[in-house]
C-alpha cells in the first residue's frame, strides 16, 4: 500500500518515455521534421528528468532522516509537498516511527534520571571500573565516604588506605571484605562488596561501599539500651528495700534510747545507716539518668540559629573562662547559619564537650578553646577544640561506652549522651584527640533544604 503509488508512477513514466522513444524513431525513419524531433526530443528529456527528480525526491527524503537518526534528532518531520500524492503514505510510515524512535528515546532519558535520582540517594556508596582502573561512575554517598570530589582512576584511593586499588582489583563476585580508611584524622571500617557484569560489551566491576562505624553505632546503642532497661529494672528493684530498710532502722534507732547501746556502737550504726541509704539514693539517682537518656527515642526539631545557641553556651562560661585564664574563640560561616534539630538538647551537648574542654585545659599553659561551626560537603559541621591533656589511644575507643569515665568522680553519661542526641538528628559524633595535643570533637548534621 505505502509504495503502490511510487511504482504506478515510475511504470507510467517509464511507458511514456518508452512511447516517447518509439515516435521519435518513427519520425526519424520517414523523411524528418526538424520541429517535430525538437519537440519530441525536448519531452523526451523532460520525462527522463522529471523521473530523475521524482526518484531522487524520496531519496532525498529518506536520507536526510537516515541522517537525523545518525545525529540523534528525533526531531525531523517528514512533509509531503502534495496531501494526494504517492509519497503520503510513505511520509506518513516515515513520521510514524520517528515519532515511535523520539518515544522511546524520552522513556530510555526517564529511565537513566530515574536511575541516576535513586543511585544519587541511597546511603550506599557505589563505585563501577573498567579493568584498566577507569572509574566509569560513583554516587554521592561514594563520594562522601571516600572524601573525593572527582575520582578518574582507582589508584588515586591509595592515599586512603594502602593497597586499596589492589584490594578492589582482586576482589571476586560475590566477595566481601573490610577495610579501615583513615578520613579526616578519624578511623572507621568500610564494608566492601563487588559484582562484575558487561555493559555495551564491555567488563565492569560495580563495588558496593559501607560504613559500618554506623551501622556498628545503631546496633550498640540498642544493646546498650537493653541493657540500661534491665538494669534499671534490676537495680531499681533491689535498691529501693535496702533504701527502705535502710531508713526504717535509722528510724527505729532514733526511738531507741542511747543509753541503751553503747555510745560508740549507736554512732556507728547510725553512720553507717544513713551512708547506706545515701549511696543507694545516689545510685538510684544514676540509674534514673541513663534511664533517662534511654527514653529518649524522638525529639522536636525546629530551625535554630547557631550562632545564637552558641553565644548562649559559652554565656553560662563565662565566669569560667575568666577564673582561668582560657580564651575562648569562635568562629561562625557564614553568619546566620541554621540547623534543623532541637536547641534545648543540643545545648546540653555543647555543655558537655565544652565542660570536658575546660577539665582538658588543667596545668596547661596554652589555655585555648576553639569553636567553629560552617558547611562543609553538604552538611553542617561544628567543631570544638581544646590545647590540652589530650586522651590516651586505649581510652579512645571506650570514650562513648556508657559508664566508662576517666575521670575519678565521673559517671560515663556526658559523651554517650551526646552522641545518642547527635544521632536523632540525624547527624554524627567523631573525636579526635593526641596526648600532649588536646581533643577535637567534630558534629555533622545534615544541612538543610
Request: aromatic content about 8%; glycine content about 6%; charged content about 25%.
Given at each position: 500500500m505505502v509504495f503502490r503509488r511510487f511504482y504506478l508512477q515510475v511504470i507510467i513514466r517509464v511507458?511514456?518515455?518508452?512511447?516517447?522513444?518509439?515516435?521519435l524513431a518513427i519520425e526519424m525513419d520517414a523523411p524528418p521534421n526538424i520541429y517535430t524531433l525538437i519537440v519530441l526530443g525536448s519531452v523526451l528529456i523532460i520525462q527522463v528528468l522529471l523521473l530523475i527528480r521524482y526518484v531522487n525526491r524520496t531519496n532525498r527524503e529518506l536520507s536526510r532522516f537516515f541522517v537525523s537518526l545518525q545525529d540523534q534528532d528525533s526531531s525531523f518531520s517528514l512533509v509531503p509537498g502534495d496531501r494526494t500524492g504517492s509519497f503520503r503514505e510513505l511520509a506518513q510510515v516515515i513520521n510514524e516511527t520517528r515519532q515511535l524512535i523520539q518515544d522511546t528515546r524520552i522513556d530510555k532519558e526517564k529511565q537513566y534520571r530515574y536511575l541516576q535520582f535513586i543511585i544519587s540517594h541511597i546511603d550506599i556508596g557505589l563505585l563501577s571500573f573498567k579493568p584498566d582502573g577507569e572509574v566509569v561512575h560513583y554516587n554521592r554517598a561514594a563520594q562522601q565516604l571516600l572524601d573525593i570530589n572527582e575520582l578518574r582512576l582507582l589508584k588515586t584511593l591509595?592515599?586512603?588506605?594502602?593497597?586499596?586499588?589492589?584490594?578492589?582489583?582482586?576482589?571476586?563476585?560475590?566477595?566481601?571484605?573490610?577495610?579501615?580508611?583513615?578520613?579526616?584524622?578519624?578511623?572507621?571500617?568500610?564494608?566492601?562488596?563487588?559484582?562484575?557484569?558487561?555493559?555495551?560489551n564491555e567488563s565492569l566491576k560495580l563495588i558496593s561501599l559501607q560504613d559500618l562505624q554506623t551501622e556498628l553505632d545503631e546496633q550498640e546503642l540498642i544493646s546498650w539500651k537493653r541493657l540500661i532497661r534491665a538494669l534499671n529494672h534490676e537495680v531499681m528493684n533491689s535498691l529501693t528495700p535496702i533504701r527502705t530498710l535502710s531508713h526504717a532502722i535509722d528510724r527505729s534507732l532514733m526511738e531507741i534510747p542511747p543509753e541503751k547501746i553503747e555510745g560508740g556502737v549507736f554512732n556507728d550504726i547510725q553512720s553507717n545507716t544513713r551512708l547506706i541509704e545515701q549511696r543507694s539514693t545516689s545510685l538510684m539517682d544514676f540509674v534514673r539518668k541513663y534511664r533517662d537518656i534511654a527514653r529518649i527515642d524522638e525529639i522536636a526539631k525546629d530551625t535554630i540559629d547557631l550562632k545564637k545557641i552558641i553565644d548562649e553556651v559559652t554565656g553560662i562560661f563565662r565566669d569560667d573562662f575568666k577564673k582561668k585564664y582560657i580564651q575562648c574563640k569562635v568562629t561562625i560561616e557564614p553568619?546566620?547559619?541554621?540547623?534543623?534539630?532541637?536547641g534545648n538538647l543540643l545545648k546540653q551537648v555543647l555543655i558537655n564537650l565544652i565542660k570536658n574542654a575546660i577539665e582538658a585545659l588543667q596545668d596547661i599553659k596554652n589555655r585555648e578553646i576553639d569553636i567553629s561551626a560552617f558547611i562543609q560537603d553538604n552538611q553542617v559541621s561544628i567543631i570544638i577544640r581544646d590545647y590540652g591533656r589530650g586522651i590516651p589511644s586505649e581510652h579512645l575507643d571506650d570514650i562513648f561506652t556508657p559508664f566508662f569515665s576517666t575521670k575519678k568522680d565521673g559517671s560515663g553519661i556526658g559523651l554517650s549522651f551526646s552522641k545518642h542526641i547527635i544521632r536523632l538528628h540525624g547527624g554524627t559524633m567523631s573525636v579526635w584527640s593526641q596526648p600532649g595535643q588536646g581533643t577535637t570533637v567534630t558534629l555533622k548534621f545534615p544541612l538543610i533544604g
Amino acid at each position: 500500500m505505502v509504495f503502490r503509488r511510487f511504482y504506478l508512477q515510475v511504470i507510467i513514466r517509464v511507458l511514456l518515455i518508452l512511447v516517447n522513444c518509439l515516435w521519435l524513431a518513427i519520425e526519424m525513419d520517414a523523411p524528418p521534421n526538424i520541429y517535430t524531433l525538437i519537440v519530441l526530443g525536448s519531452v523526451l528529456i523532460i520525462q527522463v528528468l522529471l523521473l530523475i527528480r521524482y526518484v531522487n525526491r524520496t531519496n532525498r527524503e529518506l536520507s536526510r532522516f537516515f541522517v537525523s537518526l545518525q545525529d540523534q534528532d528525533s526531531s525531523f518531520s517528514l512533509v509531503p509537498g502534495d496531501r494526494t500524492g504517492s509519497f503520503r503514505e510513505l511520509a506518513q510510515v516515515i513520521n510514524e516511527t520517528r515519532q515511535l524512535i523520539q518515544d522511546t528515546r524520552i522513556d530510555k532519558e526517564k529511565q537513566y534520571r530515574y536511575l541516576q535520582f535513586i543511585i544519587s540517594h541511597i546511603d550506599i556508596g557505589l563505585l563501577s571500573f573498567k579493568p584498566d582502573g577507569e572509574v566509569v561512575h560513583y554516587n554521592r554517598a561514594a563520594q562522601q565516604l571516600l572524601d573525593i570530589n572527582e575520582l578518574r582512576l582507582l589508584k588515586t584511593l591509595n592515599t586512603l588506605h594502602p593497597g586499596f586499588e589492589k584490594t578492589l582489583r582482586t576482589l571476586k563476585p560475590g566477595q566481601s571484605k573490610i577495610l579501615t580508611i583513615t578520613q579526616k584524622a578519624v578511623q572507621f571500617p568500610l564494608l566492601i562488596k563487588m559484582t562484575e557484569f558487561l555493559f555495551d560489551n564491555e567488563s565492569l566491576k560495580l563495588i558496593s561501599l559501607q560504613d559500618l562505624q554506623t551501622e556498628l553505632d545503631e546496633q550498640e546503642l540498642i544493646s546498650w539500651k537493653r541493657l540500661i532497661r534491665a538494669l534499671n529494672h534490676e537495680v531499681m528493684n533491689s535498691l529501693t528495700p535496702i533504701r527502705t530498710l535502710s531508713h526504717a532502722i535509722d528510724r527505729s534507732l532514733m526511738e531507741i534510747p542511747p543509753e541503751k547501746i553503747e555510745g560508740g556502737v549507736f554512732n556507728d550504726i547510725q553512720s553507717n545507716t544513713r551512708l547506706i541509704e545515701q549511696r543507694s539514693t545516689s545510685l538510684m539517682d544514676f540509674v534514673r539518668k541513663y534511664r533517662d537518656i534511654a527514653r529518649i527515642d524522638e525529639i522536636a526539631k525546629d530551625t535554630i540559629d547557631l550562632k545564637k545557641i552558641i553565644d548562649e553556651v559559652t554565656g553560662i562560661f563565662r565566669d569560667d573562662f575568666k577564673k582561668k585564664y582560657i580564651q575562648c574563640k569562635v568562629t561562625i560561616e557564614p553568619m546566620g547559619l541554621l540547623l534543623n534539630g532541637d536547641g534545648n538538647l543540643l545545648k546540653q551537648v555543647l555543655i558537655n564537650l565544652i565542660k570536658n574542654a575546660i577539665e582538658a585545659l588543667q596545668d596547661i599553659k596554652n589555655r585555648e578553646i576553639d569553636i567553629s561551626a560552617f558547611i562543609q560537603d553538604n552538611q553542617v559541621s561544628i567543631i570544638i577544640r581544646d590545647y590540652g591533656r589530650g586522651i590516651p589511644s586505649e581510652h579512645l575507643d571506650d570514650i562513648f561506652t556508657p559508664f566508662f569515665s576517666t575521670k575519678k568522680d565521673g559517671s560515663g553519661i556526658g559523651l554517650s549522651f551526646s552522641k545518642h542526641i547527635i544521632r536523632l538528628h540525624g547527624g554524627t559524633m567523631s573525636v579526635w584527640s593526641q596526648p600532649g595535643q588536646g581533643t577535637t570533637v567534630t558534629l555533622k548534621f545534615p544541612l538543610i533544604g
